[in-house]
């Protein structure tokens, strides 16, 4: 079965400071992708970021990054020049086999003026 | 280009009456949709999921049902609801095999008093 794991329900960050947000994972499935979503306050979900496993390159989207660490099946989301808009619950997800998106219970993310 | 239509996106309703919550995907066909419950400040919790016409897959026992009458229309419903069938009600849709995840409704946030 396919696990994701975030083990921090709550963070905060200082504005135009950097922040990682940890998300751990267990598949047996040798080809995967991993993905961020956005929950802001209005609870609209929005995607962030996407990761293909077999891609070795981490991938960016303006001031989101990820770390991937295969091996550990690690997948942090960083936010650089944290603002205020970035203030929202952020969820891991992962999808392997034939099976619906499995999502982590999610980080609270407060960013503080 | 894609668009995804849930609503309604407030309901407030009695215990023991009916629900019917819609959700229509423009822009694609054949999608693979989903219907989510999140209460207050949790994780998503699947609850149906379809790969097509008539193909209802129910991932957890409960007061609910799914139907997709049409390839892009998948209605939640219940005949009597419950108070614990309250909560946030997100819809979404994927290509067949989410590889680039999902695109979510703007949800229907259900009162049930």
């Known amino acids: 079965a396919q696990t994701v794991t975030q083990s921090q329900p709550e963070m905060s960050v200082q504005e135009a400071e950097t922040v990682t947000l940890s998300c751990t994972y267990d598949?047996?499935?040798?080809?995967?992708?991993l993905f961020w979503y956005k929950q802001p306050p209005s609870r609209q979900m929005i995607l962030v970021i996407r990761?293909?496993?077999?891609?070795?390159q981490n991938a960016t989207e303006n001031r989101f990054s990820v770390n991937f660490q295969k091996a550990a099946k690690s997948f942090s989301l960083k936010i650089s020049d944290s603002q205020l808009g970035d203030t929202a619950m952020y969820f891991c997800?992962?999808?392997?086999?034939?099976?619906?998106?499995?999502f982590g219970k999610g980080t609270r993310l407060s960013v503080i003026a | 280009s894609q668009t995804i239509h849930q609503w309604p996106a407030t309901l407030v309703q009695p215990v023991g009456s009916p629900l019917s919550l819609e959700c229509t995907v423009e822009g694609t066909s054949n999608p693979n949709l989903y219907w989510y419950r999140q209460a207050a400040g949790r994780g998503l919790q699947l609850l149906f999921y379809?790969?097509?016409?008539?193909?209802i897959s129910s991932e957890v026992p409960q007061n609910l049902s799914a139907s997709r009458p049409q390839d892009r229309q998948f209605i939640l419903s219940s005949k009597k609801l419950l108070l614990s069938d309250s909560g946030f009600y997100l819809c979404?849709?994927?290509?067949?095999?989410?590889?680039?995840?999902?695109?979510f409704g703007s949800g229907t946030r259900l009162t049930v008093v």
């Open positions: 979404a849709w994927s290509l067949a095999g989410p590889r680039y995840g999902y695109t």
């Open positions: 379809s790969v097509g016409i008539g193909q």
């Open positions: 598949t047996s499935e040798s080809n995967y992708y």
């Open positions: 997800a992962l999808f392997s086999g034939n099976t619906p998106l499995v």
């Open positions: 990761q293909e496993a077999y891609k070795q």
